[in-house]
């Protein structure tokens, strides 16, 4: 099979979604596909959108001319630059348009307050200029009084006038008599007398009060007046303090004015350089502080209510999604679907490939996941290797394809460099109905994804009321396990291996477990039990401990047999347990015969493989179980060295239905076992005629109910002696 291409998702791997949620994968040589794909147009035709992660990896650029695949690179960035420069432009713009409108409302009060500075100084200005030059005037020119009173400078006193508003910044003047009223008027120079018989209101409020009436004036759009001047209205005394009128003095002060504002702009720019200094820079600080503290904030809420690897709810938050789920559906009446998920031989995985590993499988798991289920779907890892689904308004029909799509979406091999795994789900469904609690919904689905894991693993099981019985059933077993741990609840049967003479030669040790009650539980359940709840190492290393006790007590030809599971070899210490086991008893290595099932070796694991070599260097015989049931590697008989191999019972069973088929199965591999120089033990002889026949073939050892059912230890030792004695001999 080619390259995957994903079409029409966002995420790089597995299923992504289409228009109306489906879900496919093209699956073939990306060359083939992007050349029928764009040279018929036929993505533009069916209205898919290539992804453009997958389009740009790697595996990818060598499919794509040069030019192309740097245009979907540029493209893609700007594109992520754009989308996270509008998302920061959104997050600070109302921050910011505060902090600028205040700023603005700074300007202006500053503005405001620079012209009013202006303004004011130009009036002290003029008011001084004004009245210095009103005191000079009525100093200098002769007979003022007349002037005030006629409105008719003389000869002379035109010179004077002249004098007063050539050079300086009076370049007009009027004046009142003593009643206020316009008796003369300057207009650069020139002169116009006329007697105005109203008196001017400003003109009499500065003759009674002797106060300086002075205002500035825009003179920009006014074509016989400067661009900024004063209309100053002052007081005329004579020199006997005797008030004979007033001058209304039409002041210059365009040049003052520019220069203020030169220098007051000066100190504006100062201030609100300094206003920036002290107030917009620590205001915009505070506002990025403040932003990422919220952000830091929406990390710690998103971490409070997802889980930080796979970013999928964690426990919490899916308790209180489950918990406002069921408490709508007390209003609506809706069906509620739970998925309890577990992935399969996790912790093989994590112990072979390493955590790095694992890490990034769980990662791919929680996508499967999230993209198996509809967007109103919670989806939550709650423990290392344990997921759950929540789905809401569902019905049975829509809960069996979504467990179906899980279980085809998970069907593909995983890849992280050259390590390769194929996952999959143990899967437990359960449809909850209004009036069902949401512990009983989780209980149901748990109890489905039990059996789930007792059926074979990789598969959906979808929750009756008969697995309530089973689970019950196995809650017992599980109870009785740790109660026999804690207690005497665990004991050892001993199988007699018979030679070909009858004689015994050994014992095969079996454990067994019984309740409070007494009652027994078979192997066959209590092991799949055990293996789950993590107690079947503790009950191997105590079955083993015990089986080499017991050989002590027996004669030294006689040896016993001890079944390993694969739990046994993950801690890695076995070889040690052993040899610290023979130490303490006494018992010679050749007198302990462990064995095993090919399942144990199928992964190939380096550290099972060093334990078998340690095993084997302490002196142990090492037997492979029910041979001829697995895969029967022959790889395994040379690379281990075993001594021994016992052929399993069905063999037996089937050869009563194809005698000469199975004749010569057994027969090779009695052949097999003799050319290699291994024992052949055969199991399960229950009849006199199965025993002469395994005799006539070869084999080396028999054992089986026709010889001897399980013993108990007394009764072995029993058996020993009346053998010693010659009473008791199978014939």
């Known amino acids: 099979m080619g390259a995957k291409l994903l079409v029409g998702g966002t995420s790089p791997v597995g299923h992504g979604p289409l228009k109306n949620g489906a879900h496919f994968l093209i699956q073939q040589d990306p060359g083939v596909f992007l050349n029928n794909a764009f040279s018929k147009d036929r993505l533009r035709a069916i209205g898919i959108k290539l992804n453009l992660t997958a389009l740009t990896s790697l595996a990818w650029r060598e499919y794509l001319p040069d030019w192309f695949s740097y245009s979907l690179s540029v493209f893609a960035v700007t594109r992520d630059f754009r989308m996270l420069f509008t998302e920061k432009l959104r997050q600070f713009a109302k921050p910011l348009a505060m902090a600028l409108a205040v700023m603005l409302a700074f300007m202006g009060a500053l503005t405001f307050w620079l012209d009013e500075m202006v303004e004011k100084t130009i009036l002290t200005h003029a008011e001084e200029s004004a009245s210095s030059w009103g005191a000079v005037f009525v100093d200098a020119i002769p007979n003022v009084e007349r002037l005030v009173e006629t409105g008719q400078p003389t000869q002379e006193q035109i010179g004077f006038i002249d004098a007063a508003v050539f050079g300086s910044d009076i370049f007009r003047f009027k004046v009142f008599d003593a009643n206020g009223i316009l008796v003369f008027v300057s207009d650069e120079g020139l002169f116009q007398a006329e007697r105005h018989v109203e008196a001017t209101e400003k003109a009499v409020k500065v003759i009674e009060t002797l106060t300086s009436d002075i205002s500035v004036h825009d003179g920009s759009e006014k074509p016989d007046r400067p661009d900024w001047y004063v209309e100053a209205y002052i007081p005329i005394i004579h020199d006997d303090e005797e008030t004979i009128g007033a001058f209304e003095v039409y002041v210059d002060v365009s040049g003052l004015a520019s220069a203020l504002r030169v220098q007051f702009n000066k100190i504006g720019f100062l201030l609100l350089l300094g206003a920036s200094v002290i107030y917009l820079a620590p205001t915009v600080t505070l506002i990025f502080k403040n932003h990422e503290l919220r952000e830091r904030d929406g990390q710690l809420k998103q971490l409070s209510e997802v889980e930080p690897l796979t970013g999928l709810l964690n426990r919490g938050s899916f308790t209180e999604g489950i918990e406002t789920l069921f408490s709508k559906r007390k209003r609506t009446g809706e069906a509620i679907g739970v998925f309890f998920i577990d992935l399969d031989k996790f912790k093989q ?133 740790a109660n026999g741990l804690d207690g005497d609840g665990f004991f050892l049967e001993f199988q007699p291996i018979f030679d070909r003479s009858g004689a015994v030669k050994g014992f095969e040790a079996l454990s067994r477990l019984q309740d409070a009650d007494g009652n027994r539980i078979s192997p066959a359940e209590f092991i799949p039990v055990a293996e789950d709840a993590a107690f079947i190492e503790e009950i191997g290393s105590r079955a083993l401990r015990q089986a080499i006790e017991t050989a002590a007590s027996w004669p030294d030809h006689v040896f016993v047999a001890v079944n390993l599971s694969a739990h046994e070899f993950r801690s890695g210490g076995l070889p040690k347990y052993v040899e610290d086991l023979l130490n303490e008893t006494g018992v010679a290595p050749s007198r302990i015969c462990l064995e095993l099932t090919e399942s144990i070796m199928l992964n190939d694991d380096e550290s099972v493989t060093d334990q078998l070599v340690g095993l084997k260097a302490l002196g142990v015989d090492l037997a492979i179980d029910d041979f001829g049931t697995g895969y029967s590697s022959l790889g395994y008989l040379w690379k281990y060295k075993f001594d021994r191999i016992k052929i399993d019972k069905i063999f037996l069973e089937g050869y009563e239905f194809d005698n000469e088929r199975y004749t010569r199965i057994i027969e090779t591999i009695i052949l097999l076992g003799n050319q290699l120089q291994m024992s052949v033990t055969v199991e399960g002889v229950e009849t006199a005629d199965q025993l002469e026949r395994m005799r006539d073939l070869g084999c080396d050892l028999f054992q089986g109910f026709l010889m001897s059912q399980p013993i108990s230890q007394k009764k072995s030792k029993a058996l020993i002696t009346e053998q010693e004695a010659g009473e008791r001999k199978v014939s």
């Open 349 to 481: 995985v994590n112990d072979k490939f390493g955590h790095e590993f694992g890490d990034k499988l769980l990662i791919h798991v929680g996508s499967v996941l999230r993209r198996s289920c509809r967007e109103a779907d919670l989806v939550a890892r709650i423990g290392g290797d344990e997921f759950v689904i929540l789905m809401p308004d569902i019905d049975a029909t829509e809960l069996d394809v979504i467990g179906a799509r899980l279980m085809e979406n998970i069907k593909a091999p995983f890849f992280v460099g050259t390590s390769e795994v194929w996952p999959s789900l143990s899967v437990g469904a359960h449809l909850s109905f209004p009036g069902e609690s949401e512990a009983k919904a989780m209980h149901c689905a748990d109890v489905a994804v039990y059996r789930a894991k007792a059926d074979g693993r990789g598969r959906v099981v979808t929750y009756t009321q008969e697995l309530e019985k089973i689970e019950l059933r196995r809650k017992n077993i599980e109870t009785a396990i």
